[in-house]
């Protein structure tokens, strides 16, 4: 997962998505903002999450997902969105 992207309609790095989705049969992601508040959820594998109108800042995601032999898995980490 990166951990910088910058959603300023450049059209270079405007939607934070995973570098690689293969074997992922499903998945469930989670952003927080510094807070703890939830602040997006998708379960599309590719996330494609622009920022919405959020600030710069850093945020916390969560993600919970199925590879392709049915192991369930989570993986964590932050993100810094700079407009």
């Known amino acids: 997962m990166p951990n910088v992207f910058t959603p300023n309609g450049d059209g270079s790095n405007d939607i ?15 952003i927080y903002n510094r807070w703890g508040g939830q ?11 622009d920022g919405g109108n959020l600030p710069d800042g850093t945020y916390f995601w969560i993600v919970k997902y199925t590879n392709a032999i049915g192991e ?10 700079i407009r």
């Open 39 to 49: 602040v997006f959820e998708t379960k599309n594998l590719m996330i494609e999450w």
């Open 16 to 30: 934070f998505k995973p570098v690689k989705s293969k074997g992922i049969a499903e998945m469930q992601t989670y």
């Open 72 to 81: 369930q898995k989570t993986l964590n980490g932050h993100l810094t969105l």
